[in-house]
């Protein structure tokens, strides 16, 4: 594909539930990127992934929440025992490399839990 | 702390007034300053990169510029669709995240 895509571009969710966000980085990106986005705040960052290995995990908010990339191309964003805090808009980015490089953005997850 | 702060929070401007967005930050050894537009509903979308004082880009209506401590958007005549959200962000060197400032809401008028 052209470029970054996430599904689902909605999920509506029970508090306590688990739920898996996906991501499909631009073919070649090495560089993935994971943020949450709070109404009226920019991205927050998650975690960084090089290859297939998280390299910076440093934003994860607690052990609810967990990503992996298994192949090094799709991302899965987990979070267990939902909370209504952590609705948000969850956004990825890849890029070619890790640093001082611009990223390119999917158009984002919005999670509600209720 | 590594920290971005934009200013204004929200702007409205007439349709060609033009008018310059502002980017502080705290980072020492800036290894990159970026610049995102943002709509609604919609992933930040990459608009400039400056890496160091002194450096200038332009794309149409904009013009960024940095400092040892900020960087300026520049919004020339602005039209209604450049009505949208602009984020600045930052890395420092030795890590991997970028650290986003809060956005400026730029609302252009016809």
């Known amino acids: 594909g052209a470029g970054v895509s996430q599904t689902p571009s909605n999920k509506v969710t029970e508090k306590g539930k688990y739920v898996e966000l996906r991501c499909d980085p631009i073919s070649g990106h090495t560089a993935l990127y994971w943020y949450r986005q709070s109404l009226g705040q920019g991205p927050e960052f998650l975690i960084y992934f090089q290859g297939t290995g998280a390299a910076d995990d440093s934003g994860l908010p607690n052990d609810r929440f967990f990503a992996v990339r298994p192949e090094g191309s799709v991302s899965t964003l987990k979070i267990q025992r939902t909370e209504r805090g952590d609705s948000a808009v969850y956004l990825c980015a890849s890029s070619q490399g890790p640093r001082g490089v611009e990223q390119f953005f999917g158009p984002g997850t919005r999670l509600t839990v209720l | 702390e590594d920290q971005v702060t934009q200013s204004p929070e929200a702007l409205r401007l007439q349709e060609g007034e033009s008018s310059s967005l502002n980017c502080s930050y705290t980072?020492?050894?800036?290894?990159?300053l970026f610049w995102y537009r943002q709509d609604p509903g919609k992933g930040p979308e990459f608009l400039f990169t400056l890496y160091s004082a002194g450096e200038e880009k332009e794309k149409e209506r904009l013009k960024a510029t940095l400092t040892k401590k900020e960087s300026f958007l520049h919004i020339t005549a602005p039209k209604p669709e450049d009505s949208a959200t602009y984020l600045c962000a930052v890395q420092a060197p030795g890590t991997y995240k970028y650290i986003f400032g809060t956005g400026t809401r730029l609302k252009v008028l016809a």
């Open positions: 980072v020492s050894g800036l290894r990159g």
